[in-house]
């Protein structure tokens, strides 16, 4: 029986490699963990910059909650079953007028993670994602095709890694995904997905679990930790670490620090350059 997708829902994620919108709570919600997050911000600002845009979750309450929120589970959870692991957090945060933006590619591609259909992706709106703010767009049913050839482009005002990207996407094809505040979108890691400049006057605040996965999942290119999100891990492939309990304890954040360290090594494994992101 399952927690929150519907029948329907669950096969449009599994052809199109991506569902959007879910809807995990209501606005008021959003906004509350909204006003929560930007208070974190404005207090430890060096915390959520460059690199440290990744896995805030492991120190900041906030974050955890979302990471470890049931209905986001509920709805992982009918796509992955009872036993779930968290592999990262990214806070995709664009400003207004930001020229930031987000080539097509493929998440698994430098994720080192297999195998990848093991795994899904949420990406939860924090504020307004729309064709103005710089929603996702996605490549339906590009997953299916296996992964693609990428060139790593790192252009500057490119918000992946390498700038990786994907040149010949059938982009008439592409479906928009725009979500209100407390919507999310849920992608396969082999899903072809790119998002424009933010062209509007609110921040476009996005908080993606990259990824979430099945205990049958390893890691390839290098060292991987995880959170135990429900059920159990018999497995244990992967490094166990725990939760936060308050924000920003000293222990928490020098696991956080060697967490992205070694994430660092693993996505840019074998590149020519490296940013500080
Ligand atoms: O935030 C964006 O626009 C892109 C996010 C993304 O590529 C992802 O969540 O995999």
Redesign the pocket.
């Known amino acids: 029986m399952p927690k929150l997708l519907s029948a329907v829902q669950m096969d449009a994620y599994h052809r199109d490699g991506f569902l959007s919108p879910v809807t995990v709570m209501t606005e008021a919600e959003a906004a509350d963990y909204r006003a929560r997050l930007e208070a974190a911000e404005a207090a430890w600002p060096e915390a959520m910059q460059g690199a440290n845009r990744n896995n805030a979750h492991l120190n900041l309450r906030v974050l955890d909650e979302l990471t470890h929120h049931p209905k986001i589970l509920d709805a992982v959870e009918d796509l992955l079953g009872p036993d779930l692991l968290v592999c990262g957090t990214?806070l995709?945060i664009?400003e207004p007028g930001d020229p930031g933006f987000?080539s097509w590619?493929q998440?698994a591609k430098y994720m080192g993670l297999d195998p990848y259909t093991d795994a899904t992706?949420i990406?939860l709106a924090l504020s307004p994602a729309t064709l103005e703010s710089?929603c996702?767009r996605m490549s339906p049913g590009s997953h299916g095709a296996g992964m693609r050839d990428h060139d790593d482009t790192y252009q500057e005002t490119n918000i992946?890694t390498r700038g990786q990207s994907v040149h010949d996407v059938d982009e008439a094809a592409a479906v928009d995904t725009p979500l209100r505040p407390g919507q999310m979108s849920i992608?396969n890691l082999a899903v072809l997905?790119a998002?424009s400049p933010n062209r509007s006057s609110d921040r476009r605040i996005?908080f993606?679990v990259?990824s979430y996965l099945k205990p049958t999942v390893r890691q390839t290119r290098g060292e991987t930790f995880v959170q135990l999100a429900r059920g159990t891990d018999p497995n244990r492939y992967l490094h166990h670490i725990g939760r936060p309990r308050t924000d920003m304890a000293p222990e928490d954040v020098a696991m956080r620090e060697k967490v992205n360290d070694l994430w660092s090594d693993v996505l840019y494994h074998g590149a020519d350059k490296r940013r500080d992101f």
């Open positions: 990214v995709f664009k987000v590619h998440d992706t990406w710089g996702m992946l992608h997905h998002s996005g993606a990259q």
